[in-house]
Nanobody
Framework: QLQASGGGLVRAGGSLRLSCAAS????????MGWYRQAPGKQRELVAA???????NYADSVKGRFTISRDNAKNTAYLQMNSLKPEDTAVYYC???????????????WGQGTQVTVSS
């Protein structure tokens, strides 16, 4: 239902872009976004975007990360600039999706994507 892509290994100061594409019998998509989880740490919200384009960011990524979405493609993007070693984590995209069969939104998760930032 959710296909995540992007990520990889980059040096500090570099950039990466994550994508998260929803597919299937979609009736509506509300919020989309990313969480991340670093080793030994709790999962934290990185960025989220509503269907109307309102955004929310973790304080630690404000000014460096930009979330966007293309509603026609049912896809969200996370542009990550000025990456720091502390951004190293597995990033999980999510989307609140109502399907044609079950219109009540349900949270779907993409597969985790590893982002590693070397110093």
């Amino acid at each position: 239902q959710l296909q995540a892509s992007g990520g990889g290994l980059v040096r500090a100061g570099g950039s990466l872009r994550l994508s998260c594409a929803a597919s299937g019998s979609i009736f509506s998509i509300n919020d989309m976004g990313w969480y991340r989880q670093a080793p030994g740490k709790q999962r934290e919200l990185v960025a989220a975007i509503t269907s109307g384009g309102s955004t929310n960011y973790a304080d630690s990524v404000k000014g460096r990360f930009t979330i966007s979405r293309d509603n026609a493609k049912n896809t969200a993007y996370l542009q990550m600039n000025s990456l720091k070693p502390e951004d190293t984590a597995v990033y999980y995209c999510y989307a609140e999706i109502g399907t044609i069969v079950e219109r009540a939104p349900y949270v779907y998760w993409g597969q985790g994507t590893q982002v590693t930032v070397s110093s």
